[in-house]
């Protein structure tokens, strides 16, 4: 067995073959869905590198993975080939769709917004329809609820391992792009949106760019924060800082997040949980310079 999976990562590398396959899905971990995706990707490719980016997005939550995508590509070398199945319409008519990357990546994915991000972001520059008369897992035609094992992985793995060319998914398509407050920046102020939550501590992450020329350390700004509702959930004075501990146990900073971005947090407390708020294209957040005192 060790030498076949030798042999066929040699045979990959000979074929100049592109990898890993990074797998990003909402079915979670407790049954045997993303192992039946590995096991895909392993019978087309034994010797593919199949990694995970999450398998943790909420249900259904096309938002989300839009953004897990949007913050991990600039990380993974470009002969990348990303496979996300966030699906509320598997099934249906929605497309099936193979995008190339500004960077030379590839995505896998239903055309359900997924790639509104990476659009907005790194670029995209083509998107095929996936065939799937052609390429899908053979055997699997009457299987119409598991697209993740029956054609994104097994496409993303063809592709992942040179045996099938971007070229010949499919025919040309546009992606289907969701709306949201895109970063507006004006000389005393910044309007944007809350593409995701650091789940883990509560902290408030915005799409705002943290080169604004008002942000000055030390320095407080009126944040305000708006729900889908229109409803307001904050508006407060907040100082920016370098770090958390710049303030006291339990009060607000304004700081720039690990992907470069404003943020707002509590110091040691939860701010999401605080104020009731959440993230997606409805999440309104809007900074302002104070007026100077004379």
Known sequence: MRLAYAAAALL?????????????TDFGLEDH???????????????????????????????????RLHAVVNYWPSDTVFVSVVDPGVGSDRESVVARLANGQLVVTPNNGTLTLLHDGVGVVAVRRIDESKHRLP??????????????????????SGKLRFEEAGEATQAVRLDYQRPTIEANRLVGNIP????????????????????????????????????????????????????????????VNSVGKIAVALNQASFAERFDIASGPGWRVLVEALPALE
């Open 12 to 24: 990959l590398s000979v074929h100049g073959a592109a990898g890993p396959l990074v797998l990003q």
């Open 33 to 67: 869905a993303v192992a039946a995706m590995r096991g895909v990707a392993r019978r087309v490719a034994p010797g593919l590198v199949v990694d995970d980016l999450t398998h943790e997005i909420p249900a259904f939550d096309i938002w989300q993975a839009a953004y």
């Open 139 to 160: 055997g699997s035609e009457r299987s119409h609820t598991f697209h993740g094992r029956d054609l994104y992985a097994h496409v993303g793995a063809l592709l992942a």
């Open 196 to 255: 995701v939550l650091d789940v883990h501590f509560g902290n408030i992450w915005t799409n705002l760019p943290a080169d604004w020329k008002a942000l000055t350390l030390g320095v407080r700004y009126r944040v305000t924060i708006t729900g889908p509702d229109g409803a307001r959930r904050f508006a407060d004075d907040v100082p920016f800082a370098r770090t958390f501990a710049d303030v006291g146990m339990g009060e607000a900073v304004l700081y």
